[in-house]
Nanobody, 120 residues
Framework: QVQLVESGGGLVQAGGSLRLSCVAS????????MGWHRQAPGKQRESVAV???????NYADSVKGRFTISRDNAKNTVYLQMNSLKPEDTAVYYC??????????????WGQGTQVTVSS
């Protein structure tokens, strides 16, 4: 069982920055890929960024160049640095662990989410 706890959300003006953190329990953190997702009101949840156990990263086109995902395996923590925030970044942000199931990936454990609100 893995528990994930996000923090760092809040209210920020457009153009501002926030850093989200996600602390994971369990001894398998370093071997798992981790992802950040978000869900805005009335919209489907979407993947924002993912970082593999080896450190390679991937981003949604909408956040490339503005967001940076990183991890500290010694602290069982994954971060999402968000710069140049836009009102359309407003959403609940979730972290999740990713695993390979068969020939595809799935996210199996999720945090409770942290609200990010960007005012114009």
């Amino acid at each position: 069982q893995v528990q994930l706890v996000e923090s760092g959300g809040g209210l920020v003006q457009a153009g501002g920055s926030l850093r989200l953190s996600c602390v994971a329990s369990g001894r398998t953190f370093s071997s798992r890929a981790m992802g950040w997702h978000r869900q805005a009101p009335g919209k489907q949840r979407e993947s924002v960024a993912v970082i593999a156990s080896g450190g390679s990263t991937n981003y949604a086109d909408s956040v490339k160049g503005r967001f940076t995902i990183s991890r500290d395996n010694a602290k069982n923590t994954v971060y999402l640095q968000m710069n140049s925030l836009k009102p359309e970044d407003t959403a609940v942000y979730y972290c999740a662990t990713r695993r390979l199931r068969g020939l595809s990936y799935e996210y199996d454990y999720w945090g409770q989410g942290t609200q990010v609100t960007v005012s114009s």
